[in-house]
Antibody
Framework: DVHLVESGGGLVQPGGSLRLSCSAS????????MNWVRQAPGKGLEWVSY????????YNTDSLKGRFSVSRDNAKNSLFLQMNSLRAEDTAVYYC?????????????WGQGTVVTVSS | DIHMTQSPSFVSASVGDKVTISCRAS??????LAWYQQTPGKAPKLLIY???TLQTGVPSRFSGSGSGTDFTLNISSLQPEDFATYYC??????????FGQGTKLEIK
């Protein structure tokens, strides 16, 4: 079975940092582009970051203003999101999601999400 | 930036009804559109990509249409498990994506 499992969420104070991880299994991780998507409590989905299959191309949503950084380790089938200078508005469930050119870059596999709460 | 607007934001329907959800893009996106279903506490699930192609395993009562700026998701005969929130997503500006604000489908 194809699986994505996020970890690393938790409670952090404003201005703090957190590193999320996403562990992939059941597919050839290095062949797929990956994304982070977040969902604030009671709100809709917001795309956060993209990383190409080889890790060389990275895009983030403009609103982050460089505070977040996506990376991956294909040897360990893992995706990461380094989040710095966290704000209350970053409180959300964070999902990792697999994209593929064969499905017009839609997201066909999602993790269960990890909760990030930014509060003092 | 491409902005996606869904309508309606809420819809009430009964089991067996047909439902249509609309999604409009702020500029032309060809057929670079996907639809997702999300139930409370769960991750989104891909239903349709390329505006009208059904993802493997998705029931045929779901269908998508449209191109350019206007798109629709149709559910032909609602089942109890279809009551959820639906999102459209554009990939025309790949690898920068935008989701619609969501449409919540509730039981009447």
């Amino acid at each position: 079975d194809v699986h994505l499992v996020e970890s690393g969420g938790g409670l952090v104070q404003p201005g703090g940092s957190l590193r999320l991880s996403c562990s992939a299994s059941g597919f050839i991780f290095k062949d797929f582009e990956m994304n982070w998507v977040r969902q604030a409590p009671g709100k809709g989905l917001e795309w956060v970051s993209y990383i190409s299959s080889d890790g060389k191309i990275i895009y983030n949503t403009d609103s982050l203003k460089g505070r977040f950084s996506v990376s991956r380790d294909n040897a360990k089938n893992s995706l990461f999101l380094q989040m710095n200078s966290l704000r209350a508005e970053d409180t959300a469930v964070y999902y990792c999601a697999r994209g593929s050119s064969t499905i017009r870059h839609a997201f066909d596999v999602w993790g269960q999400g990890t909760v990030v709460t930014v509060s003092s | 930036d491409i902005h996606m607007t869904q309508s309606p934001s809420f819809v009430s329907a009964s089991v067996g009804d047909k439902v249509t959800i609309s999604c409009r893009a702020s500029q032309r996106i060809g057929s670079w559109l996907a639809w997702y279903q999300q139930t409370p506490g769960k991750a989104p699930k891909l239903l349709i990509y390329a505006a009208s192609t059904l993802q493997t395993g998705v029931p045929s009562r779901f269908s998508g249409s449209g191109s350019g700026t206007d798109f629709t998701l149709n559910i032909s005969s609602l089942q109890p498990e279809d009551f959820a929130t639906y999102y459209c997503q554009q990939a025309n500006s790949f690898p920068v994506y935008t989701f619609g604000q969501g449409t919540k489908l509730e039981i009447k």
